[in-house]
Structure formats: structure tokens, C-alpha cells
């Protein structure tokens, strides 16, 4: 399987419950925090929630 390098960029304030709570699952705490999590059609769709908040990279 694929990985993906994931890193929040934007605040979290102003989001709403349901995209920190997706930002929690994928492992993410704090802003420029960097993650790697397997491409599973889970992880893909968490990731497309808060898509504006963080860059990705497959790697």
C-alpha cells in the first residue's frame, strides 16, 4: 500500500467538531505536525474533510 505524508498548515479554530475530530483520527495534535498513515479508502476520505486545512504527499 501507498503512504501519505500529511502535515496541517491551518488552524483548527473555526473548524468544525467533525474535521477535528477527523484531524485526531489521522494522528495530527498541532499545527506543522507531519504524519504518515497508510492510503486506505478510510484515511482517503478523512483526509478529503480537511483537505484545506492540511498538504499532502504521497510518498
Known sequence: MA???I???KSKNGATQRQIANLESLGI???HQT???ELTPVTKG???KVR???IVEEI
Open 29 to 31: 495534535r498541532r499545527l
Open 3 to 5: 503512504k501519505l505524508k
Open 52 to 54: 484545506h486545512l492540511v
Open 7 to 9: 502535515t496541517q498548515v
Open 46 to 48: 478523512m483526509v478529503e
Open 35 to 37: 504524519v504518515e498513515v
